[in-house]
Nanobody
Framework: QVQLVESGGGLVQPGGSLRLSCAASGITFMIVTMGWYRQAPGKQRELVAYITSGGNTDYADSVKGHFIISRDNAKNTVYLQMNNLKPEDTAVYYC??????????????WGQGTQVTVSS
């Protein structure tokens, strides 16, 4: 019922920037929150940031001050601007959307993941 297409990952040097995008299609009017998770090798998937339909945001402590999440409701797209990237930000980043209670199908959907590598 919801399809997610991510883009924007890649290789960047420490201190550099990248912007991730995730475009949603389908029953997007039933999406409550849009966000990003990441999973580094050998580690569990962790929340990076999310934004609600009303624009409220929350961030993992490790990215506060250098990642910014935003959302274009008209385009059903969520962005993650990543600045001052560090090697420890290296991970596969996954887009995530959570649906309103009572929506048909799953309560949440995941993107296919995009690799972000921070290395000199």
């Amino acid at each position: 019922q919801v399809q997610l297409v991510e883009s924007g990952g890649g290789l960047v040097q420490p201190g550099g920037s990248l912007r991730l995008s995730c475009a949603a299609s389908g029953i997007t009017f039933m999406i409550v929150t849009m966000g990003w998770y990441r999973q580094a090798p050998g580690k569990q998937r962790e929340l990076v940031a999310y934004i609600t339909s009303g624009g409220n945001t929350d961030y993992a402590d490790s990215v506060k001050g250098h990642f910014i999440i935003s959302r274009d409701n008209a385009k059903n797209t969520v962005y993650l601007q990543m600045n001052n990237l560090k090697p420890e930000d290296t991970a596969v980043y996954y887009c995530n959307v959570k649906m309103i209670r009572g929506a048909p199908g799953p309560r949440e959907y995941w993107g296919q993941g995009t690799q972000v590598t921070v290395s000199s």
